[in-house]
């Protein structure tokens, strides 16, 4: 299998420009970035927060890194240390040195990067293709992660049409010009491409070569391997699952963990509802997840 990878220089270029704009005005307060090294490439974290205490690792969704939780990273901070990565494989500032074949290479590299980090138990929040890795790594690697608190993660069952389908219309409707935006927003479901900055640096990875494996669906005995506090977090309109029948799996499968629809939100859950978003991490890493 090949890595994820730039096209070429001048597209890695336009994009280390564009990412590193888009880090000064997103995320201006302080911060440490970290590169950690891992059996599948260097991984960039950027670090917040108190010095002491039980830190959240926030894990981006597909195609996104650090900086999607942005709106998110000052209340946390204030009660947690908050360390944001950037997925490997993923456009950021993570080198992928070796593939990522499945779940479980990928739980692989999480256990590598929270090893590096020398961090034995973590509150590990994961969105869309981020929920589905830190769902393998609770499987794989159990007993590293404190609390699990997934925000519409991929992996409970398959997509369809109807999401490959929004995916295309949202990216279309990010590429039309910023007067045009909240109204395709609303048409398309996808409060995401409101986000000019990210927009703008979505825009400049065109040039990124994305060479991850598919977020395969968990089966049965996957998911109830699963044990620990959870939390999960599903927009009600999700175009990636029907909520209403992914929550009722996850009743039947993980009965101790705790389930959430979030009320008019879509997959864009982050953005459709920052406030469920940040009270479901914080109530998860407080111990009330089950």
């Known amino acids: 299998m090949r890595i994820s990878e730039f096209s070429n220089g001048k597209a890695e270029a336009r994009f280390r420009t564009a990412y590193k704009r888009a880090l000064t005005r997103l995320w201006p307060g302080p911060r440490t970035s970290l590169d950690v090294p891992t059996g599948f490439g260097t991984t960039r974290v950027h670090r917040t927060g108190p010095a002491e205490g039980q830190p ?103 997509p369809g049409r109807r999401f490959y389908a929004w995916l295309i219309a949202g990216g279309l409707a990010a590429l039309a010009p910023r007067p ?13 491409i409101l986000e000019t900055e990210l927009m703008a640096l979505m825009r ?22 699963r ?8 927009g009600e309109r999700s175009a990636l699952h ?18 959430t629809l979030v009320p008019g939100a879509g997959h864009a859950l982050p953005t459709d509802d920052p406030a469920a978003v940040l009270a479901g991490i914080l109530s998860t890493a407080a111990g009330q997840a089950s």
Do not use: K
């Not at 045009?180 to 995401?192: F, H, I, M």
């Not at 044990?227 to 599903?234: E, K, M, N, R, T």
């Not at 029907?242 to 389930?259: I, M, Q, S, T, Y």
């Open 56 to 158: 959240i690792v926030l894990l981006p969704g597909s195609g996104g890194n650090a900086l999607m939780w942005h709106g998110h990273l000052d209340d946390l901070a204030r009660r947690h240390p908050v360390i944001a990565v950037d997925t490997v494989g993923e456009p950021g500032a993570s080198v992928q040195s070796a593939p990522v074949r499945d779940g479980r290479d990928a739980a692989a590299w999480l256990e590598d990067l929270l090893a590096g980090l020398d961090l034995p138990a973590v509150h590990l929040v994961g969105c869309s293709y981020g929920g589905w890795i830190a769902l393998n790594h609770r499987i794989h690697h159990p007993g590293r992660t404190a609390t699990l608190t997934l925000v519409d993660p991929a992996g409970l069952a398959d």
């Open 180 to 192: 045009l935006r909240p109204r395709l927003a609303a048409l398309v479901g996808n409060s995401a």
């Open 204 to 225: 400049a990875s065109l040039g990124f070569r994305r060479r991850l494996p598919p977020a395969t669906t968990l089966t049965d005995e996957e998911l109830g391997r």
């Open 227 to 234: 044990h620990g506090p959870a939390h999960f977090l599903l």
């Open 242 to 259: 029907d909520a209403r029948e992914a929550a009722a799996r996850l009743h039947r499968l993980v009965p101790d963990a705790r389930v």
